[in-house]
């Protein structure tokens, strides 16, 4: 157990460390996303990318929210841009 | 029964409303957005969730074809405000139904959002994110601690905790960070439903009622470190005492004092790969619950004490070509995931490592909707190998 648990962190601890070495990508860069981008990356971790015909627009900001609430991944920012792509798309 | 109608009320209020919204033409809603604009805003409301139908098969059983599940999971968003929002489940699955959860959160600001009520418990990445029906790939869970393999689910790999939480994102330059910090019911030492004997240390941590003051906090920080939010790693923690704080003859009870402690570690990379037209996708989870040592009453009312510590792992890699040109080749995702259950083998209701390999493959049918089939190997030390083909028909609407 406890070797599991120093080898799990270790590796937690290397992760971490990753964008030190390789370099972190600006703030505005990832501010400049597009909600496409957006939608491309970030539903795709849990679930295929749905279709912006699956709701209607309205429907589209409620499923916004219930996703950065469920996910706490996405700012309001990210997340609007998001829905309004998918709405845009509708 | 009282429950029962208090629960399909939900769905029918929110029938009516989603009924209401829906009738209106375009032209009257635009009327009533500006006659409805409050401080609550326009609410915006909508009805989704998944349904299922499976069935097993085990050639060594003497039942060997088994339709064995089936389920029908409604999940009620509504969004209040662009700070207020509600969600709740309705799960009616193999013969139970239950509010899963209803959870009602208001948006401080843009970092930061306070939930209450009775949420999924935000302890690893599982019971948030991949346990719906339409997300899980497989025909069934990972193997976690549940009815099947212990006397009682702790229900802290996926259930719902009754709380309050606070939880938001915060942006690190390239990479960026998630957080969710909660306080809850904390967890109970679970009791045979048949006699109301203590289970000798198995912990319920899904309780509506609390049965001591403490609480139990706990709560799960993700991190990105790539910009493209392909890979993230999660750390979990939760600690309460499970013990009631007085016996039955009302002196204190000897279980007072002790303590439960969880971790968990969870990873999902997921990458599309346009050199092989696909997506590979790989997930785990390590969790682990330490009871501190108590003495138990066996039924010949002897005492005894184990070193109580359960813990499990699961590991999956998928492969979908999903941008093929063949439209059958495309909509297929092939799976493998390695599970491992460690009871505590001194306990009562322990035993030794349970080890499952699973070998999936899944066919889309649309983004949330497919057929799912897996053949599953099973060992246990002393124990005959069970091997089983489950499949699952999973419909998301």
């Known amino acids: ?90 | 029964m009282k429950n029962f109608t208090h629960l399909l009320c939900i769905p029918l209020l929110f029938l009516v409303v989603n009924g209401y919204s829906q009738s209106n033409t375009p032209d009257e809603a635009s009327e009533q957005h500006s006659e409805r604009t409050s401080f609550l805003g326009n609410t915006k409301a909508l009805i989704t969730g998944s349904a299922w139908f499976g069935v097993a098969y085990n050639k060594k059983e003497d039942v060997k074809l088994n339709f064995n599940s089936y389920g029908f999971t409604p999940v009620f968003i509504w969004k209040l405000s662009d700070k207020m929002f509600l969600e709740s489940e309705l799960e009616i699955a193999d013969g139970n139904i239950e509010l899963e959860y209803a959870k009602l959160s208001y948006s401080i600001n843009k970092y930061m959002t306070i939930g209450a009520g009775r949420m999924l418990t935000p302890f690893g990445a599982y019971g948030e994110r991949w346990e719906p029906a339409f997300v899980e790939r497989f025909p069934n869970s990972p193997l976690i601690p549940d009815d099947q393999y212990l006397p009682d689910d702790t229900h802290l790999y996926y259930g719902a905790i009754m709380g309050i939480d606070i939880s938001g994102d915060v942006p690190l330059g390239g990479s960026r960070l998630n957080y969710n910090l909660f306080i809850s019911n904390g967890p109970s030492l679970a009791r045979s439903e048949e006699t109301g004997e203590l289970l000798g240390g198995v912990v319920q941590y899904e309780n509506l009622d609390d049965n001591n003051t403490n609480k139990g906090i706990g709560g799960r920080i993700g991190f990105y470190p790539f910009a493209n939010s392909s890979l993230e790693v999660g750390i979990s923690g939760n600690t309460g005492k499970p013990g009631d704080e007085k016996a039955e003859d009302g002196t204190d009870s000897p279980y007072k004092d002790i303590t439960a402690n969880a971790l968990a570690f969870d990873l999902n990379y997921v990458k599309a790969i346009p050199s092989i037209s696909s997506i590979i996708s790989v997930k785990g989870q390590f969790s682990s619950v330490t009871v501190d040592k108590a003495n138990y009453t066996l039924s010949d009312s002897t005492l005894y004490t184990y070193d109580n510590s359960l813990k499990s792992f699961f590991a999956q890699l998928s492969f979908r070509p999903a941008t093929v040109n063949s439209t059958f080749l495309k909509n297929i995702e092939l799976l493998y995931r390695y599970n491992v259950l460690t009871p505590p083998e001194e306990a009562v209701w322990g035993g030794k490592p349970i080890t499952r390999n699973d070998f999936g493959l899944c066919y889309w049918l649309s983004w949330r909707t497919g057929l799912r089939f897996a053949y599953e190997t099973t060992t246990q030390e002393s124990s005959e190998t069970k091997n089983e083909f489950l499949a699952r028909f999973v419909m998301g609407f």
């Open chain 1, 1 to 90: 157990m406890k070797k599991i648990t120093i080898t799990i962190i270790t590796l937690f601890l290397a992760i971490m460390t990753l964008p030190l070495i390789n370099g972190c990508a600006t703030t505005q860069a990832i501010a400049d996303k597009s909600g496409a981008q957006l939608w491309g990356e970030n539903c795709l971790r849990c679930h295929n990318t749905p279709s912006p015909a699956d709701y209607s627009d309205d429907q589209w900001e409620a499923v916004g929210m219930h996703m950065r609430v469920r996910v706490h991944s996405l700012s309001p920012d990210e997340i609007n841009k998001i829905v309004a792509f998918l709405q845009t798309g509708n």
